[in-house]
Nanobody, 130 residues
């Protein structure tokens, strides 16, 4: 069983940056595709970004939702069992609870990540003021 703990959320003005972290424990993190989702008040949870499993090499592949391309960057450090989401040029519409997630099956295809079963963190609040 894996445990995921997000951190790094907060209140920032429009145009500012934040870096979210997701610390994993309980299994070999490097074997699992991982990513970020978000949920704004009154809206459904939506996919943000994904990074594929690495097997401890550095050949990462990533994919992003259109609304964050060019502003957000996902990365991972498997030696530290940690995944990151660097968020730049934040907008008020980015306000949401951000959740990290891993696929439940190892070695899964990152292009199918948002449609799979996941293990979730508890979420971290990001608020962007206008």
């Amino acid at each position: 069983q894996v445990q995921l703990v997000e951190s790094g959320g907060g209140l920032v003005p429009t145009g500012d940056s934040l870096r979210l972290s997701c610390a994993a424990s309980g299994r070999d993190f490097s074997r699992y595709t991982a990513g970020w989702f978000r949920q704004a008040p009154g809206k459904e949870r939506e996919f943000v970004a994904v990074i594929n499993w690495s097997g401890r090499n550095t050949n990462f592949q990533t994919n992003y939702a259109d609304f964050v391309k060019g502003r957000f960057t996902i990365s991972r450090d498997d030696a530290k069992y940690t995944m990151y989401l660097q968020m730049n040029s934040l907008k008020p519409e980015d306000t949401a609870v951000y959740f990290c997630a891993t696929s439940n099956a190892p070695y899964s295809d990152y292009l199918n990540f948002q449609y799979e079963d996941h293990t979730w963190g508890q979420g971290t609040q990001v608020t962007v003021s206008s």
